[in-house]
């Protein structure tokens, strides 16, 4: 089996120990590469490689255009190697390939751009002061860059947090998750034919715990920790960054929900519902995991909502026409199902769904849970929904906020009234009115309470990615 190797000081080498693991492609369940176990010391070489790179090295010390100029051609390359790129994703971790090629990918090279572009046309302050003085703001790098990435949408993500730190002239060690580490050697490898310069972007890979992952959060020569995953490895993640005080970016999990309101096109509520928590199979951070119906329209929204549920195609991921694949792992699999196996004891009712071969897991669909039960708690990460009926706006705005996370929420009216009186009531990061998933990438993205620290997209990234520096002048 072809051997996936860490990219370092734009080397592409194995672990110092020489050590390995196997990723799994989780429709076949068989191993189908070796892959670099990256232990403290490769972690090290790595941080080293960046570090140099930063200090010595011509990278930050381009001007915006021209480090610009190599983001676009990156994100060219990764336009033309669009398949291949694709296929890397769905075949460590069962995303639908018509997903990964025409949304993960695209939305990747456009993060490049997109990041590229921001920082070339991004404007400091002047600040003209009452004194005579004259103030204004400077963004300048914040140094090395560790970003620790989920395996949930792997290019996707870790161009996110890739793009505008190398925009703002920063270096990186990228840590994709163990379980899906193609897609990252490939970006590293493209990164290179690009022009961007060894050490600039640097990629390990291995484990999280007594591993590369914890070694690079406690790194003192790095100068920023950004993460996405769970709200547990957040809080370690978290302590690991305090005893540097390196400041952290934490994207973490959610709970997200869904209000139908009786005024609602149910259609479209149907449709962006099905998508908000059956695409990716559920695994999504913003997934809509809990949909609070107006009791008008309860029973028929049920009704809609569970046929469009049954009539998705489930199969093999490499397969254009299936829409819902296996879940990423056996291991995930198991903490899924056993979930859906509690649901009867909770005294809930499976209105649709089940298991299916392998490790699927069939758009699953429960009723009548108590609100504490663990289903309606829990961030399950898969394609299980609670759906549950709502008398008044303030009751559906009380459920919806009755979780310790809060990463996004939508809501379907067409009372244009109550869609602002609601989107401001939520505690979410984000809230989509009759919508999902549109995404702006100059607003902010992040999480309240569980769901996260801060937040990326535009000046909120700059603002993490730089240290910006306060010039005060007496004229
Ligand atoms: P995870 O926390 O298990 O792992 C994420 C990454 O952290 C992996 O690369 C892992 O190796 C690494 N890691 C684990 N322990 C570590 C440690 N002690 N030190 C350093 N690194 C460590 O998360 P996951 O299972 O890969 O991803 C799923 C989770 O991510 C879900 O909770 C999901 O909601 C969340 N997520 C959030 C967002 C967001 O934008 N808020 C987006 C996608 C996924």
Redesign the pocket.
């Known amino acids: 089996m072809e051997l996936i190797p860490h990219i370092i000081d734009g080397k592409e080498i194995e672990s110092r120990d020489g050590g390995e693991f196997e990723t799994v492609d989780p429709w076949t369940r068989q191993a189908f590469a070796r892959v670099a176990l990256g232990t403290a010391e490769d972690a090290g070489l790595a941080v080293e490689a960046a570090r140099r790179a930063f200090d010595r090295g011509p990278w930050p010390r381009m001007g915006f255009a021209e480090r610009g100029a190599a983001l676009h051609r990156l994100a060219d390359l990764i336009d033309e190697h669009r398949d291949e790129l694709a296929l890397a994703d769905t075949r460590d971790m069962g995303k639908p390939i018509s997903d990964s090629t025409s949304k993960d990918v695209p939305r990747s090279a456009m993060n490049f751009r997109f990041f590229a572009d921001h920082a070339r046309l991004s404007a400091g302050e002047a600040l003209p002061m009452d004194s005579g003085h004259h103030a204004y703001t400077r963004y300048e790098p914040a140094g090395v860059v560790s970003a620790?990435?989920?395996?949930?949408?792997p290019l996707m993500?870790e161009s996110w947090k890739v793009a505008p730190a190398l925009a703002w002239g920063n270096t990186v060690v990228l840590?994709?998750?163990?379980g899906t580490p193609t897609s990252a050697t490939l970006l590293a490898r493209l990164a290179l034919e690009a022009g961007i310069p060894p050490g600039v972007f640097n990629v390990v890979h291995g484990?999280?715990?007594d591993s590369a992952?914890?070694a690079?959060?406690k790194d003192p020569r790095v100068d920023r920790i950004t993460?996405?995953?769970?709200?547990t490895?957040g809080r370690?993640?978290s302590r690991?960054a305090a005893a540097n005080l390196t400041p952290v970016s934490l994207?973490?999990?959610?709970k997200g929900a869904n209000l139908v309101f009786a005024d609602a096109d149910l259609e479209s509520a149907v449709r962006w519902s099905i998508q908000a928590i059956f695409s990716n199979a559920g695994q999504v951070?913003l997934a809509g995991s809990r949909i609070y119906v107006q009791r008008e329209v309860y029973a028929e929204f049920l009704d809609r909502f569970c046929a469009a549920a049954e009539a998705l195609v489930i199969g093999d991921p490499k397969d254009r026409r299936t829409q819902v694949g296996p879940l990423s792992s056996g291991e995930h699999y198991q903490k899924v199902r056993s979930y859906v196996e509690g649901v009867p004891a909770e005294g809930g009712i499976m209105r649709t769904g089940g298991f299916g071969d392998g490790w699927v897991v069939r758009p699953t669909v429960i009723t009548d849970v108590p609100a504490d039960a663990r289903v309606c708690r829990e961030?399950i990460?898969g394609p299980v929904v609670v759906v549950a009926p709502f008398d008044t706006e303030a009751e559906a705005v009380s459920s919806a906020n009755a979780t310790p996370y809060g990463?996004n929420a939508m809501v379907f009216t067409e009372n244009l009234s109550r869609a602002h009186r609601v989107a401001a009531a939520l505690r979410a990061g984000t809230v989509w009115t009759n919508c999902f998933f549109i995404r702006d990438l100059r607003a902010p993205f992040g999480?309240v309470g569980d769901?996260?620290v801060g937040r990326e997209g535009g000046n909120f990234s700059r603002d993490f990615f730089t240290e910006p520096k306060a010039v005060v002048m007496e004229l």
Do not use: H
Not at 227 to 231: I, L, R
């Open positions: 620790i990435a989920p395996w949930n949408f993500l840590k994709p998750a163990e484990f999280g715990p992952g914890e690079l959060t993460f996405t995953g769970e709200s490895t370690v993640l690991a994207e973490l999990g959610g951070c961030e990460f990463l999480g769901s996260g």
